[in-house]
């Protein structure tokens, strides 16, 4: 009894892990140019617009998505929006608004 209850207490005790909900940040052209290419498929999630997210992908595209969860649902879903080379970042909050 007494070795679950330590192991209990380490696992709560650890830092915790990032959320892709933690990922926010205010959306600006100048923002989204400068990322740069990730090793893998990369999200993060507008400050203003809690719905708008962009995924980098590994090959430096940049897509918009409108991404919710659902009720009574596990995971996200999304719906593609645009790509950043097509509309800006205005034109997208609008387009999350609207949806």
């Known amino acids: 009894m007494?070795?679950?209850?330590?192991?209990?207490?380490?696992?709560?005790?650890r830092a915790p892990t990032r959320t892709h909900s933690e990922r926010r940040v205010k959306f600006s052209d100048t923002y989204i140019k400068q990322?740069?290419?990730p090793p893998k498929l990369f999200s993060e999630g507008d400050s203003e617009v809690p719905v708008l997210r962009i995924y980098v992908h590994p090959s430096?595209?940049?897509k918009f998505y409108y991404a919710y969860r659902p009720a009574n649902k596990k995971?996200?879903?999304?719906?593609k929006i645009g790509n950043f080379n097509i509309i800006?970042?205005?034109?997208?909050?609008?387009?999350?608004?609207?949806?």
């Open 2 to 13: 007494k070795g679950s209850y330590e192991r209990k207490y380490k696992q709560c005790a």
């Open 75 to 79: 995971n996200f879903t999304r719906i």
């Open 60 to 62: 430096g595209s940049v």
């Open 88 to 99: 800006n970042v205005k034109q997208a909050k609008d387009k999350a608004k609207k949806c």
């Open 35 to 37: 990322k740069r290419k």
